[in-house]
Nanobody, 126 residues
Framework: VQLQASGGGLVQAGGSLRLSCAAS????????MGWFRQAPGKEREYVSA????????DYADSVKGRFTISRDNAKSTVYLQMNSLKPEDTAVYYC????????????????????WGKGTLVTVSS
């Protein structure tokens, strides 16, 4: 599967952005999906995950209550709605896909993730 993330940009603290990740290739609903991020000088970290039909979602504690992951299998797209953004949310955001939910769910650094999209940069100014 090929993944293409978009929607990043510059936003002021307290603002919102919605990231999208479009998939092509194999049937999208075959994949568990997730988002990771990497801030400058830091290791990549887990942000959120969603099961194949969207029945279950999970979030890192740092984004819980502010970010929402969703997917539209008909459009082969996963989304990350980010509200109440903080400067510490500044990072390159990557979407991830896999056939094993545990390879994405709270995966440290995303090691074990099968497929990665190119990142999209989110910059939150104070």
């Amino acid at each position: 599967v090929q993944l293409q993330a978009s929607g990043g940009g510059l936003v002021q603290a307290g603002g919102s952005l919605r990231l999208s990740c479009a998939a092509s290739g194999r049937t999208f609903s075959s994949y568990y999906m997730g988002w990771f991020r990497q801030a400058p000088g830091k290791e990549r970290e887990y942000v959120s995950a969603i099961t194949r039909y969207g029945s279950n979602t999970d979030y890192a504690d740092s984004v819980k209550g502010r970010f929402t992951i969703s997917r539209d299998n008909a459009k082969s797209t996963v989304y990350l709605q980010m509200n109440s953004l903080k400067p510490e949310d500044t990072a390159v955001y990557y979407c991830a896909a896999g056939t094993d939910y545990l390879s994405i769910l709270r995966s440290p650094g995303g090691y074990g993730v099968e497929y990665w999209g190119k990142g999209t940069l989110v910059t939150v100014s104070s």
